[in-house]
T-cell receptor
Framework: GNSVTQMEGPVTLSEEAFLTINCTYTATGYPSLFWYVQYPGEGLQLLLKATKADDKGSNKGFEATYRKETTSFHLEKGSVQVSDSAVYFCALSDTGGYQKVTFGTGTKLQVIP | DGGITQSPKYLFRKEGQNVTLSCEQNLNHDAMYWYRQDPGQGLRLIYYSQIVNDFQKGDIAEGYSVSREKKESFPLTVTSAQKNPTAFYLC??????????????FGPGTRLLVL
């Protein structure tokens, strides 16, 4: 079956530091890959996505590149802000009929001033 | 503004009681989903519906029931058979066109606590 593995948190960074959150996946087909973000007490919202190998998704300074050879989709940001503090979920959606999404366990990011 | 609303924000359940969580969307989406979120476990799919009057069990459907009588509404009932209902429940929707690139849009969630 499909699975998504994320680095365990929490990740604590100082403001303006570089962020990497690792994500690797296992899938039977050619999945689409997503990063969702969850702010405290809220639902998830899409941060970025990539639908095929070598695609780069980007939004709000965050980037992730779909690497089929390493089955990875690592999230990066060059300079984090306090407002980036949230839980980040990596997810995949596989081909073939109904769109079932498999989520990782989430990585909590805390940015301190 | 289009979006998904969930109510209530907090819900308390007594032993042996059924409770119903509301989910409404005005995005004109065909597909709707219910997830359960527990600390350290990510999101797990309870039920999903691709069209009105049809729904399917997800990975952890035992102790839950749903209905889909209207396109915009997908209520979830947590029955007394669910022995560990304390969790954060998230409702989501997508266009339901069957494309695996679809984004899911989430509501703000309902936190269910057992008294």
């Amino acid at each position: 079956g499909n699975s998504v593995t994320q680095m365990e948190g929490p990740v604590t960074l100082s403001e303006e530091a570089f962020l990497t959150i690792n994500c690797t996946y296992t899938a039977t087909g050619y999945p689409s890959l997503f990063w969702y973000v969850q702010y405290p007490g809220e639902g998830l919202q899409l941060l970025l996505k990539a639908t095929k190998a070598d695609d780069k998704g980007s939004n709000k300074g965050f980037e992730a590149t779909y690497r089929k050879e390493t089955t990875s989709f690592h999230l990066e940001k060059g300079s984090v802000q306090v407002s980036d503090s949230a839980v980040y979920f990596c997810a995949l959606s596989d081909t073939g009929g109904y769109q079932k999404v498999t989520f990782g366990t989430g990585t909590k990011l805390q940015v301190i001033p | 503004d289009g979006g998904i609303t969930q109510s209530p924000k907090y819900l308390f359940r007594k032993e042996g009681q059924n409770v119903t969580l509301s989910c409404e969307q005005n995005l004109n989406h065909d597909a709707m989903y219910w997830y359960r979120q527990d600390p350290g476990q990510g999101l797990r799919l309870i039920y999903y519906s691709q069209i009105v009057n049809d729904f399917q069990k997800g990975d952890i459907a035992e102790g839950y029931s749903v209905s889909r009588e209207k396109k915009e509404s997908f209520p979830l009932t947590v029955t007394s058979a669910q022995k560990n209902p304390t969790a954060f429940y998230l409702c989501a929707s997508s266009t339901g066109q069957g494309y695996y690139q679809e984004t899911q849009y989430f509501g703000p969630g309902t936190r269910l606590l057992v008294l």
